[in-house]
Nanobody, 127 residues
Framework: QVQLVESGGGLVQAGGSLRLSCAASGRTFSIFAMGWFRRAPGKEREFVGTITWNGDSTRYADSVKDRFTISRDNAKNTVYLQMNSLKPEDTAVYYC????????????????????WGQGTQVTVSS
């Protein structure tokens, strides 16, 4: 079993920055690909970004590309989501997710391929 705990959410003005963290415990973190997803009020959950086990490969949704950056520190069992140039439309609950499938070598964009989820952290961007 894997436990994921997100932190770092909050209220920020448009154009500002936040860094989310996701701390993992349980199974060996380094073999997991990690993803970030979000759910805005009244909308479906959507993919934000993902990273392979060693950080060599990342993928992002078009809506956040060039603004958000995913990184990880396997020594700390933590994955990060650096969010810059935030927009009101980035307002959502952000979730991190982990998958041991594919040995961490693939970084899926489909939420169905993730087995473990955190409880989420709220990000609110004011205009």
């Amino acid at each position: 079993q894997v436990q994921l705990v997100e932190s770092g959410g909050g209220l920020v003005q448009a154009g500002g920055s936040l860094r989310l963290s996701c701390a993992a415990s349980g199974r060996t973190f380094s073999i997991f690909a990690m993803g970030w997803f979000r759910r805005a009020p009244g909308k479906e959950r959507e993919f934000v970004g993902t990273i392979t086990w060693n950080g060599d490969s990342t993928r992002y949704a078009d809506s956040v590309k060039d603004r958000f950056t995913i990184s990880r520190d396997n020594a700390k069992n933590t994955v990060y989501l650096q969010m810059n140039s935030l927009k009101p439309e980035d307002t959502a609950v952000y979730y991190c997710a982990a998958t041991p499938r594919f040995g961490g070598l693939r970084s899926p964009v489909d939420a169905a391929e993730y087995d473990y989820w955190g409880q989420g952290t709220q990000v609110t961007v004011s205009s």
